[in-house]
């Protein structure tokens, strides 16, 4: 039996990607509309609005503490998970305010990755990998009225890989090229990169991506900044506080040949239990100790953070026959991306290789959405029961549903679509999307 022997219905999905990255800035919302005329045809995206609304430090102080303390109790988890929905849900509500946006008609799925509490992405030994996510589903679906999907990583981590950093069908799919080998350098909390190959290579383009976090992004800049102005600037905006200091590359130097972490070859992850708060408070002292003023300090762990990726390529990106860097351009995004002490420093890195640095907004996504973005797909695809293209260099191959639903009052027209969609498609899955347009 052919796989299209019922010809599919196409479908059209209007999600709700919803972020609060490792550096609590606030909740990413990006409303995406997803169509595909069958599933062996491309996938459509038009991203309609993305806009961010700032998290209320009545959740962001004791969720800071927890996670800095590593300590709390039942009770609190508890109250935190739900609170978390419900600051969620009234971000959902302040983004619709602001943009004119019908909740009840214009969104048919709200997807949340809510806030990484917790990521045991790599355990120690007597460890076990694990991921917690908070902002309750049940919450989101009871209070908005629509399907939920939430909980992305536990379920990478369920057959085996580790559940992060889980950008690579989207930085490949946006960004794959006849002829041009890519890389996309995401500066969130963690930095992390996904290397695309040139279709026309083989193994190349969505057969050949692969992702991994290559270290501290914003975290240990934005805890800087918080420590020097008593909390009244949580970011380096432009990087004018950094740029105004001197790198101590002796410090540098010093760090990236310290942590075993930046020796380890893909597939590697991490995140706050290692480069938290803790340990950017010590950086901290560090500096200080050795003469460096506030703005010296900043600019020093600035450039822990583009020198790491830099060695990471260097290290672990794609070789050229003759053992080169195989990348020609580098999509940047995430907020860090708008630090020009970071990517200006990574582009002079590798100026004589003619490696072109440039935003993601060239390629048709806004910089700072993507990691809502890629939660809206997966979002999507958890409703129609369809996998992740699986990257190269993890653990396993096997693919996952991501994703777990909370049922809203449109469930069941979800689910009628999902099955028109399908059609009589064999197979345990529909297959995974490997090519995707970006309408304007």
Request: aromatic letters at 8%; charged letters at 20%; glycine letters at 10%.
């Amino acid at each position: 039996m052919s796989n299209t022997t019922k010809k599919s219905a196409g479908f059209s999905l209007r999600v709700l990607g919803l972020n609060s990255g490792t550096s609590m800035d606030g909740v990413d919302c990006v409303l995406c509309h997803f169509t595909q005329a069958s599933p062996d045809e491309p996938l459509h995206l038009k991203i309609i609005k993305y806009d961010d609304v700032p998290l209320p430090q009545a959740i962001k102080q004791p969720v800071f503490r927890v996670i800095r303390s590593n300590k709390t109790t039942p009770e609190e988890l508890c109250q935190i998970n739900v609170q978390l929905g419900e600051v969620f849900a009234d971000a959902v509500e302040e983004f619709c305010r602001r943009h004119n946006i019908d909740l009840q008609k214009d969104i048919d799925v709200v997807a949340s990755h809510g806030q990484t509490i917790w990521l045991l992405s790599m355990p120690a030994e007597g460890q076990t990998r694990s991921a917690l996510t908070m902002a309750e589903g049940s919450i989101l679906a009871a209070r908005l009225g629509k399907t939920a999907v939430t909980d992305f990583r536990i379920s990478e981590q369920s057959v085996g890989r580790q559940g992060a950093p889980m950008i690579a069908f989207f930085d490949g799919l946006t960004l794959q090229h006849p002829t041009i080998p890519r890389a996309c350098q995401n500066i969130g909390g963690i930095g992390n990169v996904c290397f695309i190959p040139p279709t026309s290579e083989p193994n190349g383009g969505m057969s050949g991506i692969y992702d991994f976090d290559t270290g501290p992004g914003n975290m240990y800049i934005d805890f800087a900044m918080r420590h020097y102005t008593n909390g009244a600037q949580e970011y380096d905006k432009d990087g004018v506080f950094g740029a105004a200091g001197t790198v101590n590359q002796e410090i540098v130097d010093e760090y990236l040949k310290s942590l075993p972490y930046f020796s380890l070859p893909p597939p590697k992850t991490t995140g706050r239990e290692l480069f938290g708060d803790e340990q950017a408070f010590e950086l901290i002292k560090l500096c200080e100790s050795r003469g460096c003023s506030p703005q010296d300090t900043v600019a020093t762990i600035t450039r822990i953070t583009g020198q790491a990726a830099v060695e990471a390529y260097r290290k672990y990106g794609p070789k050229t026959a003759d053992g080169k860097l195989n990348v020609k351009e580098v999509y940047m995004c995430g907020g860090g991306a708008f630090n020009p002490n970071i990517w200006k420093y990574m582009e002079s890195q590798f100026k004589d290789e003619g490696v072109r640095f440039t935003m993601l907004d060239e390629a048709g996504v806004e910089g700072g959405a993507k990691e809502a973005v890629t939660f809206a797909f997966q979002g999507m695809e958890a409703i129609l029961g369809r996998p992740l293209v699986v990257p190269q260099q993890v653990e396993t191959n096997t693919p996952v549903i991501v994703g777990k639903v909370s049922p809203g009052k449109n469930y069941r027209e979800l689910l009628k679509m999902s099955v028109a969609f399908g059609g009589e498609w064999e197979g345990e899955y529909l297959p995974a999307v490997r090519q995707m347009v970006l309408d304007n």
